[in-house]
């Protein structure tokens, strides 16, 4: 098989990974790959100069086009707050609490089907209904919520 070939297919599977992968890395040692396979179509080169061919063009694409595409691909968040931060419907969700929540101490809540950790500035029981008022400051992993009388 020709070098130009391999250098095609290499950036090929390069560019599959990217469709697989999140990141927006992949696509640009696509695009080092294609200029290798035109560099080897055109030019009697070695595998050490196809190889650097590849990389300087990799870096560089990865470098000068990464920044634009990014501005050019810049996306929003749908549903954002009004502060800013992305409101994704779980504030303001009723979760029922599965092991007891103390001030300082973090209990469990049902939540989808889901058990999350979940802290609170009162104390709830096993039973009861709670309110999500937003994510614990640990991140979204756990959630701050509030008693909701019944």
Do not use: C
């Not at 029922?96 to 089907?113: A, C, F, H, L, Q």
Request: no cysteine; aromatic share 14%.
């Amino acid at each position: 098989m020709r070098a130009y070939v391999i250098w095609f297919l290499v950036g090929a599977v390069f560019l599959f990974l990217e469709m697989q992968l999140p990141g927006f890395i992949l696509f640009f040692f696509a695009i080092g790959a294609w200029v290798a396979a035109l560099a080897v179509a055109f030019l009697d080169i070695s595998l050490s100069q196809q190889i650097l061919i590849f990389t300087v063009s990799a870096v560089v694409s990865l470098i000068i086009l990464r920044a634009y595409l990014k501005r050019v691909f810049h996306g929003h968040l749908v549903g954002s707050a009004p502060d800013g931060e992305f409101d994704d419907g779980v504030m303001g969700s009723i979760v029922s609490v599965v092991e007891p929540i103390r001030s300082n101490t973090p209990g469990k809540v049902k939540y989808r089907g889901s058990y999350w950790k979940a802290y609170s500035d009162e104390v709830l029981q096993a039973g009861d209904s709670a309110r999500i008022v937003s994510y614990a400051e640990e991140g979204h992993g756990a959630f701050r919520v509030r008693k909701v009388e019944e």
